[in-house]
């Protein structure tokens, strides 16, 4: 079986040296591939795994995706010290170098004003959740306890149903102001749909989950604006998780310039 | 509150503490897109992204919790996939038999008509 070139990210020529020697998905030793004053990072990969239908099969099997997701973002947190890498998409595979080097040819005007545009910029993310244990909580404390009859029983309901809706408002309220005090103090900001949260209910429902570019220098100011702006309400959780490549803002999505 | 313990500088990446949830939505789903010379059906990697959007927690822990959804699940498991078909071919079968039936008796029904008028 031959092998195939796995492209984590690409980058401008870099001086520094990687703290550790950098290994990829499979364990194989990624290296770089020059071209057009552009570098992009590979490694090898098994053309059993990484052909068209294996791999199809593969990103439906959750362990194989999550160990190459992990060795995938490995590799662009590794680059993350040294330079400003622009992160691929999982899974980018090319036959060989010369494949890799026609891609750089026909995309690298592309390619640099991305990078320009991340430059010595991270990613942060910020999720907001609402803890519904602790609203269930709050209602069964309720000095109303059990309903003696119909009209008391709707009542109860009804009086729930309106706390409910209550701290739902004020979450939305909270993540909206949120999110405009760190947009103010970020470059750009991006909103992701919520990470529903079926397989965890102890970590509540997810309300706010946004990204923001940060420049390294500013990012030890934005991350202490994030624990100030933490609101001491029960049953609101804020989650700050970085620094991330700038995965959000490559500017080369679908949709996007 | 959740804060991490660590400041960015030195740089030190979220990967170890970071939940799957965020490194799958951001690996799978944003990062450069670029057309490699193996090609796969982005269109499935969507859905496949949608679906990762219901997972938050470790898959171990939620094999633990015992919860496997996504094995029965078509546009995540082709297995499921395959049962999907099977399924619908049994039901259509049934369908096809149950209607051969009627427009059987009918049939019949018609012969007799024509025989009790004659």
């Not at chain 1, 364990?27 to 071209?35: F, I, L, N, T």
């Not at chain 1, 899974?91 to 991305?114: N, W």
């Not at chain 2, 991490?4 to 030190?12: A, H, I, K, M, N």
Request: proline share 5%; aromatic share 6%; net charge negative.
């Amino acid at each position: 079986m031959s092998a195939l070139r796995y492209v984590y990210a690409l980058c401008r020529p870099f001086s520094a040296p990687l703290q550790h020697p950098l290994t990829g998905v499979g364990g194989a030793p990624a290296r770089q591939v020059e071209h057009h004053g552009l570098v992009a990072v590979v490694s090898q990969v098994p053309e059993e795994d990484f052909a068209e239908e294996p791999l199809k099969a593969h990103l439906e099997d959750l362990d194989w995706l999550t160990a190459t997701a992990r060795a995938h973002q490995k590799v662009i947190d590794a680059l993350s010290g040294v330079t400003t890498p622009l992160p691929l998409r999982l899974a980018t595979v090319f036959r060989d170098d010369s494949g890799v080097r026609v891609m750089i040819e026909e995309r690298k005007d592309d390619l640099r004003r991305a990078l320009d545009r991340v430059e010595g910029r991270v990613e942060w993310g910020v999720k907001v959740y609402i803890d519904d244990r602790e609203t269930d909580t709050a209602e069964s404390d309720s000095p109303a306890g059990k309903a003696t009859s119909g009209r008391d029983y709707l009542r109860q309901r009804r009086t729930r149903t309106m706390a409910h809706e209550e701290m739902w408002e004020k979450v939305e309220e909270f993540a909206r102001r949120l999110h405009g005090t760190l947009s103010s103090h970020a470059e750009e900001s991006r909103l992701h749909a919520p990470q529903n949260s079926v397989l965890s209910r102890a970590s509540g429902r997810n309300v706010l989950n946004a990204a923001y570019l940060v420049a390294r220098s500013s990012s030890e100011e934005f991350v202490e604006l994030v624990g100030r702006t933490g609101d001491d309400t029960p049953g609101i959780r804020v989650e700050l998780t970085g620094p991330w490549a700038a995965y959000s803002f490559t500017g080369l999505m679908e949709g996007e310039t | 509150m959740t804060m991490p313990t660590r400041l960015p500088s030195p740089y030190e990446g979220p990967s170890s503490s970071a939940n799957l949830a965020d490194i799958l939505e951001r690996v799978l789903d944003k990062g450069v897109v670029i057309a490699g010379d193996i090609r796969i059906d982005l269109l499935d990697i969507e859905l496949l992204t949608i679906k990762l959007r219901l997972i938050i927690a470790s898959v171990d822990k939620a094999k633990e919790m015992g919860i496997d959804w996504w094995e029965d699940d078509p546009a995540l498991s082709s297995r499921a996939r395959r049962q999907e078909l099977a399924r619908e071919n049994a039901e259509l079968r049934a369908r096809l038999e149950r209607m051969e039936a009627i427009s059987g008796e009918e049939e019949l029904e018609r012969a007799r008509e024509g025989r009790e008028r004659s």
